[in-house]
């Protein structure tokens, strides 16, 4: 786990979590997401703690690479990369999304299945930034 691939990949995808996260949901879909909300309100802070944001972008980098590490048998391709952060995306953009639209009120429908794609748009991305690094180390 703590392989100079897998240190240097996890870099590479937590990096990407902070700054393509922000790009993503911050910037393309903000005035979208925050117009198809539910009736919660106020859940989101008005200005994101970063140490915590940064924290948590480290701890998704190192685990997706990890996992990734595992997944691809050492078959660093674009193409296997691509395909484990589709999946992941699915994973957590529709599977917890329809989990979260279905027990909380924070996206009507319509934002919870563009979050979706956004999430695999998201993980990707995060794939195959991990897959070309893991492969060029």
């Known amino acids: 786990m703590l392989s100079k691939k897998n240190l240097l990949s996890a870099l590479v ?11 993503l949901w911050g910037i393309l879909a903000n005035n979208f997401l925050l117009s198809n909300l539910g009736s919660a309100s106020g859940v989101d802070k ?36 691509l395909r484990f952060g589709v999946r992941m995306g699915v994973l957590f953009g529709f599977g917890a999304g329809m989990i979260d639209y279905a027990t909380t009120n924070v996206f009507n429908l319509n934002a919870q299945l563009v979050n979706g794609v956004i999430y695999i748009v ?5 794939g195959i930034l991990v897959s070309l690094v893991s492969r060029k180390v």
């Open 122 to 126: 998201f993980f990707a991305i995060m």
């Open 13 to 23: 995808a937590a990096i990407w979590s902070f700054f393509g996260g922000y790009l």
């Open 46 to 81: 008005e200005m994101p703690d970063f140490m915590f944001l940064a924290i948590g972008c480290l701890i998704q980098g190192l685990l997706f690479s990890s996992i990734y590490q595992k997944w691809s048998a050492g078959r660093h391709r674009f193409k296997s990369g």
